[in-house]
């Protein structure tokens, strides 16, 4: 797990798994929120998809701190992405599978969200 406290606006969280070809970034240029999930295996283009997060002009709280916290299943082949504690993007690399919030951009990978992917 990685995970940090920051303003919405200026974020760069990685995690890589060890012994895992998969890694993920939050990434928050100050325009956009992006979660990208990743392979080493192919560093002339890493990226497997990008999962639009949120638009940095649409948070109305942007000036209080947050906790972005990015997890790993136990089996080390499901990734998500966590704001405060709230679940906004999921993907899972064995079914090559990603959904998020914004259910945006569309891609090969994308599947609709559903808010039963994270209840208990």
């Known amino acids: 797990m990685s995970r940090g406290e920051f303003l ?7 995690s890589t798994i060890q012994e895992q070809s998969y890694y993920a970034v939050f990434e928050d240029d100050g325009d956009t929120g992006y979660f990208y999930v990743c392979d080493h295996r192919h560093p002339e283009q890493p990226v497997i998809d990008a999962l639009h ?6 948070i109305s709280d942007k ?27 999921i ?13 945006f951009p569309n891609s090969q990978y994308r599947r609709d969200w559903s808010d039963e992917l994270v209840s208990p």
Do not use: P
């Open 53 to 58: 997060i949120y638009d940095v002009q649409s």
């Open 8 to 14: 919405v606006g200026n974020i760069l969280l990685d």
């Open 91 to 103: 993907f899972d690399f064995a079914k090559m599978e990603g959904r998020c919030r914004s259910n």
């Open 63 to 89: 000036e209080k701190i947050s906790l972005f916290e990015i997890m790993w299943s136990a089996d080390k082949l499901k990734t998500a992405l966590f704001i405060n504690g709230r679940c906004h993007a």
